[in-house]
Each structure stands twice: as structure tokens, then as C-alpha cells.
């Protein structure tokens, strides 16, 4: 027809004239210059807020190589449309089996992913307010007050009288309690109990301790939800 294109003949266009966007030394520098730096601030904030068991040094350094890997491959789909469609369906074959165990973990590498997406595709000032407002977000809540502190109470008790004198002495002291597990065998009776505490936790152990028929006790903090 008469001078009109339809969508057909404008993608055949744009993808045999325009095959690469402009995509400069600057550009490339200001771009991954500014995801390493936010990376750095994501870093930070992630070591300031961890509350999980166990600190990871190496989890939190992949979550700079991550927001700079995902800038560096937006900017490569960005500048080429056809690396672009080749590019979605090779990572689409890709298969990540590593377990996040904290859920906000998960939030980081998303936030990290964001990151480098955003940075990638040339929104710096989104990218920015972004990261400083989420990144504030989580300073506030880290900061929050989290109440009486979850334990894990694992007794071992040689009879079922010292037992019984372990939930009496929880329920005299704690209003709160609950029994997760009990293995009863030959050996004696092994309970783990969830309880709060508010102001430490060592004189409980030993009062427990102290019951007659009690063999063993030990107290154990956690973070997240314990099913059971």
C-alpha cells in the first residue's frame, strides 16, 4: 500500500537498519560505575541489617558482581535487538538451584537484580531514589522493636515427674510457651519447647537445670518461623 507499513515491515526495518543502538565508552562507564557504586550501598545496607545466624561474606559480595553482571547484560539487549531475543532464550534454559534460606535474602537479590536492570537501560535517577528509598525501608524495619526473643528450649529429662516440673516452672515464669516436640524412650523424655524471654536467658537454663530428674538443658535462639 501507499506509503504505510505495517507492523510487520516496521520490525523487519528496525531490525535490519537499526541493528545496534549507540552505545559509548561513556555510557558503558557511567553505567556500570554507578551499579558498582549502588552495589556498594546495597552491601552496606545488607551488612548493617543482618539479623539471620550465620553472616555471609561471600553472599553479600555476589550481590555487587550480580547488579553489575544484570547492567551489563540489559545494556547488551538494549543496544541490539537481536542479541536481545537470542539472550532470552538462553536464559531461559538456565536453572538456579541454590537454596535462599532467609527471606529477606531473597529480597536482596531481587533488589540487586532491580538494580542492574534499571541502571542498565539508562534510568540512573530512578535507579538512585530507588535504592535510597528501599534502602532506608529496611533500615527502619531492621530498627523496629521485635519484642520478647524466640528460644528453642531442649530439655532431657530422666522421668516423667521432671517433665511435669519443667512446664510447671515455664508456665510460672512464662506465659507464653510451646511444646514443638517430645521424644519419650528408654533413655528419658527429650522436649523442645518455644519460649519468649525478655531480660536474658541463662537464669532460666539453670533454674531448669536444677530440677531433680533433669539431666541436661540448653537454650537456643533462632530467627523466622518455625513450623511445627
Given at each position: 500500500?501507499?506509503?504505510?507499513?505495517?507492523?510487520?515491515?516496521l520490525?523487519?526495518?528496525?531490525?535490519l537498519?537499526?541493528?545496534?543502538t549507540d552505545l559509548?565508552?561513556?555510557r558503558?562507564l557511567?553505567?556500570?560505575?554507578?551499579?558498582?557504586?549502588?552495589?556498594?550501598?546495597?552491601?552496606?545496607?545488607?551488612?548493617?541489617?543482618?539479623?539471620?545466624?550465620?553472616?555471609?561474606?561471600s553472599?553479600?559480595?555476589?550481590?555487587i558482581?550480580i547488579?553489575?553482571v544484570?547492567?551489563?547484560?540489559?545494556?547488551?539487549?538494549?543496544?541490539n535487538?537481536?542479541?536481545?531475543?537470542?539472550?532470552?532464550?538462553?536464559?531461559?534454559?538456565?536453572?538456579?538451584?541454590?537454596?535462599?534460606?532467609?527471606?529477606?535474602?531473597?529480597?536482596?537479590?531481587?533488589?540487586?537484580?532491580?538494580?542492574?536492570?534499571?541502571t542498565?537501560?539508562?534510568?540512573?535517577?530512578?535507579?538512585?531514589?530507588g535504592?535510597?528509598?528501599?534502602?532506608?525501608?529496611?533500615?527502619?524495619?531492621?530498627?523496629?522493636?521485635?519484642?520478647?526473643?524466640?528460644?528453642?528450649?531442649?530439655?532431657?529429662?530422666?522421668?516423667?515427674?521432671?517433665d511435669?516440673?519443667v512446664?510447671?516452672?515455664l508456665?510460672?515464669?512464662?506465659?507464653?510457651?510451646?511444646?514443638?516436640?517430645?521424644?519419650?524412650?528408654?533413655?528419658g523424655?527429650?522436649a523442645t519447647?518455644?519460649?519468649?524471654?525478655?531480660?536474658?536467658a541463662?537464669?532460666?537454663?539453670k533454674?531448669?537445670a536444677?530440677?531433680?530428674?533433669?539431666?541436661?538443658?540448653?537454650l537456643?535462639?533462632?530467627?523466622g518461623d518455625?513450623?511445627?
Open positions: 500500500m501507499n506509503g504505510v507499513l505495517n507492523f510487520s515491515d520490525f523487519k526495518k528496525s531490525v537498519t537499526n541493528w545496534t559509548t565508552l561513556g558503558i557511567l553505567t556500570l560505575g554507578l551499579a558498582f557504586a549502588l552495589g556498594l550501598f546495597l552491601y552496606f545496607v545488607y551488612k548493617q541489617t543482618f539479623r539471620g545466624v550465620l553472616y555471609s561474606r553472599f553479600n559480595h555476589s550481590l558482581v547488579t553489575l544484570t547492567a551489563l547484560v540489559i545494556m547488551a539487549v538494549t543496544a535487538i537481536v542479541l536481545s531475543l537470542g539472550m532470552v532464550g538462553a536464559l531461559s534454559i538456565v536453572r538456579f538451584r541454590t537454596a535462599v534460606k532467609d527471606p529477606m535474602d531473597l529480597v536482596f537479590l531481587f533488589w540487586s537484580i532491580a538494580i542492574g536492570i534499571v542498565g537501560a539508562g534510568l540512573y535517577i530512578l535507579a538512585l531514589i535504592s535510597l528509598v528501599i534502602g532506608l525501608l529496611i533500615f527502619a524495619l531492621s530498627r523496629m522493636p521485635t519484642g520478647e526473643a524466640p528460644y528453642l528450649l531442649v530439655v532431657h529429662s530422666a522421668t516423667e515427674e521432671g511435669t516440673l512446664q510447671s516452672t508456665k510460672g515464669r512464662h506465659q507464653r510457651f510451646a511444646v514443638k516436640s517430645k521424644t519419650i524412650s528408654p533413655a523424655i527429650e519447647y518455644e519460649i519468649r524471654l525478655r531480660n536474658g541463662a537464669d532460666i537454663v533454674e531448669i536444677a530440677i531433680e530428674g533433669i539431666e541436661d538443658a540448653v537456643v535462639a533462632y530467627n518455625y513450623a511445627g
